[in-house]
């Protein structure tokens, strides 16, 4: 059973449309990721959940919202897509935050057209 | 804050050879270290955890050397097979932020 899972896989957007990607975790773990992933830049965290409530932001968050409504569930929101965000995003969930090991979803892959 | 360069982006190797793959950072505080192997079309898996105090880690067909006064990982990889054609990044974590972060990945390719 995966531990980690995206919704959707992949999606495709118009510019200024609001996409939404949830993620959803059974390891019962505290934090909570998201990162995109771009060649040549490797994994960039956008934003960040340390449990139920809690968002933080990461390196890169400006253009993305994110919500944390439960321990299992972490979602990211584009209000306002730009191609810029054409990307493929990662959710990963840890136990102990910077410490431990983080577990990946499968990945959604977003088109902002 | 930390800063992660890894190198090379890119690697070719026949099968059987050996394959080198190496990180530097920035912060002197940093204590967990991370290999983490991402398949063509998969996640991120993690590949090996490494604690500052322990300068060699084997694993089955890799090691993991820590050189903490050059502030250096590597991972090498001991002859080669097709099945370790991947994407591996580093990830590097420190006392001073509560992220890790990710070196840009290199993208090994073994050839039969």
């Known amino acids: 059973e995966a531990a980690v899972t995206q919704s959707p896989r992949n999606k495709v957007a118009v510019t200024g449309g609001k996409v939404t990607l949830s993620c959803n975790q059974t390891?019962?773990?505290?934090?909570m990721y998201w990162y995109r992933q771009d060649t040549g830049h490797g994994l960039r965290l956008i934003h960040y959940s340390y449990g139920a409530g809690s968002t933080e932001k990461g390196d890169i968050p400006d253009g993305y919202k994110a919500s944390r409504p439960s321990q299992e569930n972490f979602s990211l929101i584009l209000e306002l897509a730009t191609p810029s965000q054409t990307s493929v995003y990662f959710c990963?969930?840890?136990?102990?935050?910077?410490?431990?090991?983080?577990?990946f979803g499968p990945g959604t892959r977003l088109l902002v057209l | 804050g930390e800063q992660v360069e890894q190198r090379p982006p890119h690697l070719s190797v026949r099968e059987g050879d050996s394959a080198v793959i190496t990180c530097t950072y920035t912060d002197p505080n940093s204590y967990y270290f991370f290999w983490y192997k991402q398949e063509p079309g998969a996640s991120l898996q993690l590949l090996m955890k490494v604690f500052s105090s322990t300068e060699i880690n084997e694993g089955q067909g890799f090691t993991v050397l820590l050189n903490k006064k050059d502030k250096r990982l590597s991972l090498n990889l001991t002859a080669a097979h097709p099945g370790d054609s991947a994407a591996y990044f580093c990830a590097v974590s420190s006392s001073n932020t509560n992220k890790v972060v990710f070196g840009t990945g290199t993208r090994l390719q073994v050839l039969p």
């Open positions: 990963a969930s840890g136990d102990r935050g910077h410490q431990d090991t983080q577990y």
């Open positions: 390891n019962n773990h505290n934090n």
